[in-house]
């Protein structure tokens, strides 16, 4: 059988390492299709139910392997589905190849069904974007596409009309009339660790160790530097704080850490932020600046890999453009270690505190659940290297506090376009790629409805993720950001009685069950885990738990009460539930 453009394409796939594609088949890569058929035995085609779960799949792979994530759909409608994923993947820099169709190359122009011109559409999000014309430019163009998305940590696409998919793999059909030749490749990428100058070095260390009460900031970026992290800031008797897609880099209720920062973190981090001189920036271009110091308050030290992602935030006095754990391990060696650790010691003694209060919101006889009840569940019995996805909302708030980061744990969340809906998807693609792993999606209902077909690809798939549902019948997130406006909720709840989502987890073969008395979430919650193949707990909790920042500011408590005073509904129900909590915390 001659081989076609098609299988040309997934043939180069694997010879670049590629074992998994995540799409939905449509006549418009039929071609395409054909050639993931005839590499079946070294590349599988995971079928889902929605093309924006495909690209969100393709990017939590990448995000938890580091390997490229690899997604197609068909043209026109299917292209266009797979970009709020893709937009996913460029923000937080995971490498992505997406493959679309294109109606055939005779009709273009001619306002054919279908006929949406994705390079065009993807201009923005690709950072490598090309429609194929001809089967000579394969494979070299494959191997720019995907040597541009390892080396940049981006996404790429590649659209193919159908009749170029089904084409003989070595046609030649016109006449060479330029001196140039077709792309010519190999699928290799070097991508030797970055280190950083010498001089710039040398400064970072003057700064530091000058720096009387210094501070780290830590981001994703540091994700394979824990042990470096951890050494420089005991040299320095440093605090570490955690951007919240960076809550893996340091275990939680390790004594160097304050926890998170901003709107999800912790008080002790944030009143850091507000005494520190000094900030190691590494990893991280944090976007929250009114969480940050003031600019000229510190003197700012940061390590980026992305010369550009540097002082995007503050104004720095020396900017190190190398590997995180690279240039750490350059610098560990010409600090001098400090000797007064007395503003340590203090972050310690409040980041003990913290940790105290936290645990004590999981209160255990409180109708309804407490969401923080439901993760603490949930992290308690969790394995030590168990994954955990997370959608955006609330449940990013409740996660952030209340699931620790220990052994060999992750975790996973759209950090930079804190879209709804990717924490299912992100489990099935973890789930595959970690076989024998716990992977536990941690959604909301709000985002849990929008992509919940993909519990049936679970199944399906014979994938035994758990799905935590925390079940508000509300936009949470949404409706606390409205009061911290200082207006009253509007249109954010749904009309009762609740979903019941552990319903449809049975239909599609799956274990579901619905909770809602406090008394029965830990045997719930135990018996998910336990379950050999996919599992679903849906659980009530209290919809008027107000996600408290850390540290309370004026002008958030001036929006609240101005929200009530407004006629904010369900307040006497919300005063109870902050007073409830405050009372537990002072026991504590």
């Given at each position: 059988?001659?081989?076609?453009?098609?299988?040309?394409?997934?043939?180069?796939l694997?010879?670049?390492?590629?074992?998994?594609v995540?799409?939905?088949?449509g006549?418009?890569?039929?071609g395409?299709m054909e050639g993931?058929?005839?590499?079946?035995?070294?590349?599988?085609?995971?079928?889902?139910h929605?093309?924006?779960?495909?690209?969100?799949m393709?990017?939590?792979?990448?995000?938890?392997?580091?390997?490229?994530?690899?997604?197609?759909?068909?043209?026109?409608?299917?292209?266009?589905?797979?970009?709020?994923?893709?937009?996913?993947?460029?923000?937080?820099?995971?490498?992505?190849?997406?493959?679309?169709?294109?109606?055939?190359?005779?009709?273009?122009?001619?306002?054919?069904?279908?006929e949406?011109?994705?390079?065009?559409?993807?201009?923005?999000?690709?950072?490598?974007?090309l429609?194929?014309?001809?089967?000579?430019?394969?494979?070299?163009?494959?191997?720019?596409?995907?040597?541009?998305?390892?080396?940049?940590?981006?996404?790429v696409?590649l659209?193919?009309?159908?009749?170029i998919?089904v084409?003989?793999?070595?046609?030649?059909?016109y006449?060479?009339?330029?001196?140039?030749?077709?792309?010519?490749?190999?699928?290799?990428?070097?991508?030797?660790?970055?280190p950083?100058?010498?001089?710039?070095l040398?400064r970072?260390a003057?700064?530091?160790?000058?720096?009387?009460?210094?501070?780290?900031?830590?981001?994703?970026?540091?994700?394979?530097?824990r042990?470096?992290?951890?050494?420089v800031?005991?040299c320095?008797a440093?605090?570490?704080?955690?951007?919240?897609?960076?809550?893996?880099?340091?275990?939680?209720?390790?004594?160097?850490?304050?926890?998170?920062?901003?709107?999800?973190?912790?008080?002790?981090?944030?009143?850091?932020m507000?005494?520190?001189?000094?900030?190691?920036?590494?990893?991280?271009?944090?976007?929250?600046?009114?969480?940050?110091?003031?600019?000229?308050?510190v003197?700012?030290v940061?390590?980026d890999?992305e010369?550009?992602?540097?002082?995007?935030?503050?104004?720095?006095?020396v900017?190190?453009a190398?590997?995180?754990?690279?240039a750490?391990?350059?610098?560990?060696?010409?600090?001098?270690?400090?000797?007064d650790?007395?503003?340590?010691?203090k972050?310690?003694?409040?980041?003990?505190?913290?940790?105290?209060?936290?645990?004590a919101?999981?209160?255990?006889?409180?109708?309804?659940?407490?969401?923080?009840?439901?993760?603490?569940?949930?992290?308690?019995?969790?394995?030590?290297?168990?994954?955990?996805?997370?959608?955006s909302?609330?449940?990013?708030?409740?996660s952030?506090?209340?699931?620790?980061?220990?052994?060999?744990?992750?975790?996973?969340?759209?950090?930079?376009?804190a879209?709804?809906?990717?924490?299912l998807?992100?489990?099935?693609?973890?789930q595959?790629a970690?076989?024998?792993?716990?992977?536990i999606?941690?959604?909301?209902?709000?985002?849990f409805?929008?992509?919940?077909?993909?519990?049936?690809?679970?199944?399906?798939?014979?994938?035994?993720?758990?799905?935590?549902?925390?079940n508000?019948?509300?936009y949470?997130?949404?409706l606390?950001?409205?009061?911290?406006?200082?207006?009253?909720?509007?249109a954010?709840?749904?009309?009762?009685?609740?979903?019941?989502?552990?319903?449809?987890?049975?239909?599609?073969?799956?274990?579901?069950?619905?909770?809602?008395?406090?008394?029965?979430?830990?045997?719930?919650?135990?018996?998910?885990?336990?379950?050999?193949?996919?599992a679903?707990?849906?659980?009530?909790?209290?919809?008027?738990?107000?996600?408290?920042?850390g540290k309370?500011?004026?002008?958030?408590a001036?929006?609240?009460?101005?929200?009530?005073?407004?006629?904010?509904?369900?307040?006497?129900?919300?005063?109870?539930?902050?007073?409830?909590?405050?009372?537990?915390?002072?026991r504590?």
């Amino acid at each position: 059988m001659r081989e076609i453009v098609g299988e040309a394409l997934a043939k180069r796939l694997v010879d670049w390492g590629v074992d998994t594609v995540f799409g939905l088949p449509g006549d418009g890569i039929n071609g395409l299709m054909e050639g993931f058929r005839r590499q079946r035995e070294r590349l599988r085609f995971v079928l889902v139910h929605h093309e924006e779960a495909a690209a969100f799949m393709a990017t939590g792979y990448a995000k938890a392997t580091g390997r490229l994530g690899v997604c197609a759909a068909t043209s026109g409608p299917g292209a266009i589905h797979l970009l709020n994923g893709l937009y996913d993947a460029k923000l937080d820099h995971a490498p992505v190849l997406a493959l679309t169709g294109m109606q055939e190359t005779s009709v273009l122009g001619s306002l054919y069904q279908q006929e949406v011109h994705t390079p065009q559409l993807y201009e923005n999000v690709a950072a490598y974007n090309l429609m194929v014309t001809n089967p000579q430019q394969l494979p070299g163009v494959v191997d720019i596409a995907i040597r541009t998305a390892l080396a940049k940590r981006t996404v790429v696409h590649l659209s193919f009309p159908n009749d170029i998919q089904v084409a003989e793999a070595s046609a030649d059909p016109y006449r060479h009339v330029s001196p140039g030749k077709p792309p010519v490749s190999s699928p290799v990428l070097s991508r030797p660790p970055v280190p950083a100058a010498h001089d710039e070095l040398d400064r970072a260390a003057q700064v530091l160790s000058e720096g009387g009460k210094v501070a780290m900031l830590v981001g994703i970026g540091a994700r394979d530097a824990r042990d470096e992290v951890l050494a420089v800031a005991d040299c320095l008797a440093a605090p570490i704080v955690k951007t919240l897609s960076g809550k893996q880099v340091v275990p939680d209720e390790h004594p160097l850490t304050t926890g998170g920062l901003g709107l999800l973190g912790t008080k002790p981090s944030e009143e850091l932020m507000e005494e520190c001189d000094t900030l190691l920036m590494v990893g991280t271009c944090f976007p929250y600046a009114s969480y940050l110091p003031a600019p000229g308050k510190v003197r700012v030290v940061q390590i980026d890999r992305e010369a550009s992602r540097i002082g995007l935030r503050l104004p720095v006095e020396v900017a190190l453009a190398a590997d995180a754990r690279t240039a750490l391990r350059q610098l560990l060696p010409l600090l001098n270690p400090t000797a007064d650790r007395s503003f340590l010691e203090k972050y310690q003694r409040g980041s003990a505190e913290w940790r105290t209060s936290m645990k004590a919101l999981r209160d255990p006889s409180r109708h309804p659940i407490a969401p923080s009840y439901f993760m603490g569940c949930i992290d308690e019995l969790a394995a030590d290297d168990a994954i955990l996805t997370c959608d955006s909302g609330t449940i990013a708030t409740w996660s952030a506090r209340h699931w620790t980061i220990r052994g060999g744990r992750e975790y996973y969340l759209s950090g930079n376009l804190a879209t709804m809906a990717p924490g299912l998807p992100y489990a099935i693609a973890m789930q595959h790629a970690f076989p024998g792993r716990q992977v536990i999606a941690f959604v909301g209902d709000g985002g849990f409805a929008m992509l919940m077909a993909e519990f049936l690809t679970a199944a399906r798939h014979d994938l035994p993720i758990k799905v935590m549902v925390n079940n508000n019948n509300s936009y949470g997130q949404i409706l606390w950001e409205q009061i911290l406006l200082g207006y009253p909720e509007y249109a954010v709840r749904h009309r009762e009685p609740e979903a019941d989502f552990s319903g449809w987890a049975r239909s599609c073969g799956g274990y579901g069950v619905k909770v809602t008395d406090p008394g029965r979430l830990p045997d719930a919650v135990r018996e998910a885990l336990a379950h050999p193949g996919p599992a679903l707990v849906d659980c009530s909790v209290n919809p008027n738990e107000p996600p408290m920042p850390g540290k309370v500011r004026y002008e958030q408590a001036k929006e609240f009460t101005e929200a009530f005073l407004r006629g904010q509904p369900h307040r006497i129900a919300t005063f109870a539930t902050v007073a409830r909590d405050k009372i537990n915390q002072l026991r504590s």
